[in-house]
């Protein structure tokens, strides 16, 4: 079992920054994949950015490609998503979840668990 925690998201105003945090505990953190996700009202969950077990390679959205960084401390079990340039098309409920293997995945259905998500408020 792992259990996610994730924190830092609030109100921002359009053209501003936040940085999400992911604490894990449990299983080892540190050999699998780790994504960020997010789902605004009325909406399918999407997905936002991942990276592989080491750090070593990302991959994101197309609408946040520059704008968003996804990173990871696996001494200290956090996966980090920093969100800079923020649109009010950001707005939504994001998620932090750790992967089935040490590969990076795009998929929604490649993670197991889900941290308990982060509301994240971008008015123009």
């Known amino acids: 079992q792992v259990q996610l925690v994730e924190s830092g998201g609030g109100l921002v105003q359009a053209g501003g920054s936040l940085r999400l945090s992911c604490a894990a505990s449990g299983r080892s953190f540190s050999v699998y994949a780790a994504g960020w996700f997010r789902q605004a009202p009325g909406k399918e969950r999407e997905f936002v950015a991942a990276?592989?077990?080491?750090?070593?390679?990302?991959d994101y959205e197309d609408s946040v490609k520059g704008r968003f960084t996804i990173s990871r401390d696996n001494a200290k079990n956090t996966a980090y998503l920093q969100m800079n340039s923020l649109k009010p098309e950001d707005t939504a409920v994001y998620y932090c979840?750790?992967?089935?293997?040490?590969?990076?995945?795009?998929?929604?259905?490649?993670?197991?668990?889900w941290g308990q998500g982060t509301q994240v408020t971008v008015s123009s």
């Open positions: 990276i592989n077990y080491s750090g070593g390679s990302t």
């Open positions: 979840a750790v992967g089935r293997s040490w590969r990076l995945s795009v998929s929604i259905y490649e993670y197991d668990y």
